[in-house]
């Protein structure tokens, strides 16, 4: 997905209210340019924040825009996040280690299988699961995924393989980014569809 990090303000924010709460609030925001003439935030019910930009809108005015919709997005997020349906019961320690297992095995191999497409490297791969992203990938090239990605749709995996190991050549969301992207995977958006429908569904899937 075409997550941005959010302004400093906000993002201050936010990382005080994990301290304070002890919840942990997303990141960042999935930004989605179209052909609308006004910016819109929303906040979804899973806390998910998804700004929608007219196209060719500046970052500068899209951090404005954030910085001034502080208030509201602080307060509808604090919302998603009271409202939240319970957790699943967790899994047996035993369950759970396999699963990570598997994912770890199925990331290693598609890192190694597109790193060697893209000719980039990376350093260690971390299987975790985190619960506002589903993979990153560090400046020093160390890639993380979340296990429960091994749920969903094999061409969903391979984006978010390709999705972080594009960031070892652009360590941002620019059009560069994902023009590296789309010339590995040029049906990538199919997929940033499937994880903004179906994404909470991993959630719940064991």
């Known amino acids: 997905m075409a997550m941005q990090p959010f302004p400093r303000p906000l993002a201050d924010r936010l990382r005080q209210l994990e301290e304070d ?19 819109a935030v929303q906040i979804t019910a899973a806390g998910q924040v998804r700004v929608r ?20 997005v602080l307060k509808y997020l604090t919302r998603a996040f009271e ?11 035993s369950e759970r280690r396999r699963y990570m297992e598997l994912a770890r095995e199925i990331f290693t191999r598609k890192a190694a299988y597109y790193a060697s497409v893209m000719k980039v490297t990376y350093g260690r791969i971390s299987i975790r699961e985190q619960k506002t992203r589903w993979g990153s990938c560090s400046s020093k090239g160390n890639l993380n995924f979340n296990w429960r990605l091994i749920f969903a ?3 969903v995996l391979d ?10 050549r652009e360590m941002n969301h ?17 997929e940033q569809k499937w994880l903004r429908e179906h994404g909470e569904s991993l959630w719940t899937a064991v």
Do not use: N
């Open 83 to 93: 409202h939240a349906a319970p957790p699943p019961p967790p899994l047996p320690e």
């Open 159 to 168: 984006y978010i393989v390709v999705h972080e190991l594009a960031h070892r």
């Open 53 to 72: 930009a007219p196209r060719r809108t500046s970052r500068a005015s899209i951090d404005r825009f954030l910085i001034e919709k502080e208030a509201w």
């Open 153 to 155: 749709p094999e061409e």
């Open 174 to 190: 620019s059009q560069a980014f994902y023009d590296i992207v789309e010339s590995v995977l040029p049906e990538y958006k199919k």
């Open 21 to 39: 709460r002890g919840t942990e609030y997303p990141d960042g925001y999935e930004l989605i340019y179209s052909s609308r003439r006004t910016l």
